[in-house]
């Protein structure tokens, strides 16, 4: 008999998927399931609305792949011109930095960004380990928080040692489907446990020698949180992108996309034609100026995941 659920956690071999009653089913993909027009390592993924039926084995198999909403993905690791699936159907981001211990870039929270403007998946900044930094950080973070929201991305300090922002952070995942990435070692799974201990996820701990996160989310994971669910993911080191057209990405800065079709020339790329009025707010400050350097180093496909944290 068909069945429908939304898996809660994939191995990459084996399926977790949650029915409508509340049961989990473990699941397998049989053959050579593909998802059509869609080039990706992983075909069926965390957050997935999927069919499947329960053979005389006992075992499940995942059957169909429902459309899904939205998703975010990323450029694989090892091959270059194929896709990573993080999550899908989602009803928002939370991108978790940190200023140290491990260190966050511009580039990656910026090539993040676009990836969920491609699908205008909402994001919010987590600025998290509040309790470790100086003033002089805490000044740095009070500016990019500054830039961010101007530009539609909320922001929010945390620190699971004092309690800051844990109560507001639950109340903004208040039965939504909510994604939290980042680097390993910022602290997403520490944060998921403060927001409900009963959780108890693994946490790991920072490379002395690197002062970079260990791995300790193997998986993608889907827990129930605060009356809807949470999808912890794996610590991204880099967030490459594959999908987008050059011409695509100005669409997805939002304070660039204001200006499109006011240049000079209504198919400006914003980056050396006269009359551009972006490059006008640039020099303004009205845009920020490393937000408009990832849009170049992006548009070149250069590597920004070393970007340093100092603003330009």
């Known amino acids: 008999m068909n069945q429908e659920g939304t898996v809660i956690q994939s191995t990459g071999s084996w399926y977790e998927v949650l029915t409508h009653d509340g049961e989990v089913v473990n699941c397998r993909l049989r053959g050579q399931f593909r998802i ?70 511009l580039g990656f929270i910026d090539r993040f960004l676009v990836a969920a403007e491609g699908f205008r998946i909402p994001t919010t900044l987590i600025f998290n380990k509040y309790d470790l930094y100086e003033n002089e950080e805490k000044e740095e973070i009070t500016e990019l928080s500054r830039i961010y929201e101007r530009i539609g991305y909320p922001t929010l300090c945390t620190s699971t040692v004092t309690g800051e922002g844990i109560d507001t952070l639950r109340e903004l995942m208040a039965g939504k489907v909510s994604l939290f990435s980042g680097h390993s070692g910022v602290g997403k799974s520490a944060l998921i446990n403060r927001i409900d201990p009963s959780l108890n996820l693994k946490i790991g701990r920072i490379s002395e020698v690197h002062s970079k996160g260990m791995h300790t989310t193997t998986f993608a994971s889907m827990h129930r949180v605060a009356g809807g669910f949470i999808i912890d993911t794996p610590g991204v080191k880099e967030f490459g992108l594959i999908q987008y057209k ?58 920004m995941n070393i970007a340093p944290w100092e603003l330009k």
Request: charged fraction near 25%; aromatic fraction near 8%.
């Open 246 to 303: 050059p011409e695509e990405i100005r669409d997805y800065f939002p304070e660039i996309r204001q200006y499109n079709n006011q240049c000079r020339f209504s198919n400006c790329t914003h980056t050396h034609e006269p009359g551009c009025l972006v490059q006008e707010a640039v020099e303004n400050g009205e845009i920020a100026a490393h937000r408009y350097e990832n849009y170049l180093n992006i548009l070149n496909d250069n590597d």
């Open 36 to 105: 059509k027009g869609i080039k990706t390592t992983n075909p069926v993924v965390v957050g997935d609305h999927v069919g499947f039926i329960i053979e005389e084995d006992g075992c499940g198999y995942i059957t169909e792949l429902k459309p899904r909403k939205n998703y975010i993905d990323r450029k694989s690791t090892k091959l270059s011109k194929i896709s990573h699936i993080i999550a899908a159907n989602l009803d928002q981001a939370f991108l978790v930095v940190t200023l140290k211990d491990p260190r966050t870039s």
